[in-house]
């Protein structure tokens, strides 16, 4: 679906509550070719690969492959994605060893219920993670705060996980957020029962708001078209929770 022009949103038509919780995956076509961000939790990558087909591409276009972070539900399709179009993968340094299999990825406290909707999730994402690993793929770049790919700039928001990157593409104002900020099954800056560190979350939430998104694309969630910027704001405004 597309929610700004050249910016793409794919989410698991169905059956994504149990993988990962909905999550979704972004594909930008900055007239240069395209750039995919997170690659869901299929190992097929079809949802991701149907959206391309239809937007009248092939994964021949893929020219970067870029990780918001290292959880299960968006590292699934990277190794076929890899393997269909041989374009460079991208992810902070944190992150890419757990990406290559050489590291488990680290938990969030199981004591933190909020929100609910995502606690069975997080609590069978677990217990099934030795029987559900992603393919190990070694990460191409390593990447960080200031860098770019295309026309996105790279800004380091830790929290959800130490490595954790969002993408802005200033000229659409455009901001993909991964986990960093949500709109499932809430609006918030992550999700609390999956967050590692609660102040470095915090802290890049205000990193978020102060970019002139208007555009908001979310890990997890429907997109916000309109005010993105405002609504991270409001969110700063609040307080922090
Ligand atoms: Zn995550
Ligand atoms: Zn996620």
């Excluded at 276009?61 to 870029?66: A, G, L, Q, R, S």
């Excluded at 992150?95 to 995502?118: C, K, N, W």
Aim: with cysteine; proline share 7%.
């Amino acid at each position: 679906m597309e929610i700004a022009p050249g910016v793409y949103d794919v989410a698991p038509p169905k059956r994504g509550y149990l993988k990962a919780g909905f999550s979704k995956a972004v594909i930008v076509d900055d007239g240069d070719g395209l750039i995919v961000i997170d690659t869901l939790y299929d190992a097929d990558a079809g949802d991701i690969l149907d959206e391309i087909k239809r937007i009248g591409k092939t994964p021949a276009d893929i020219k970067h492959i870029v990780l918001t972070h290292a959880h299960r539900g968006h590292l699934g399709g990277l190794a076929t994605l890899k393997r269909l179009s041989g374009a460079p993968t991208y992810a902070h340094p944190w992150e890419a060893d757990i990406i290559s299999g050489d590291r488990g990825r680290q938990e969030p406290s199981f004591f933190v219920l909020t929100p609910i909707q995502t606690y069975p999730i997080i609590f069978f994402g677990r217990l099934t993670a030795a029987f559900t690993k992603h393919e190990p793929l070694a990460v191409d770049h390593m990447i960080g705060d200031g860098d770019k790919i295309g026309p996105l700039q790279v800004v380091h928001t830790p929290g959800h996980t130490p490595g954790h990157l969002v993408l802005y593409w200033p000229e659409r104002r455009v901001l993909i957020t991964g986990d960093a900020f949500v709109t499932w099954p809430m609006h918030c800056y992550g999700w609390p029962n999956s967050m590692l560190n609660h102040k470095q979350s915090w802290e890049s939430l205000i990193k978020m708001a102060e970019l002139d998104a208007e555009v908001l694309s979310p890990g997890h969630g429907d997109s916000i078209r309109q005010n993105g910027a405002a609504v991270l704001r409001n969110m700063v405004a609040r307080g922090k929770r």
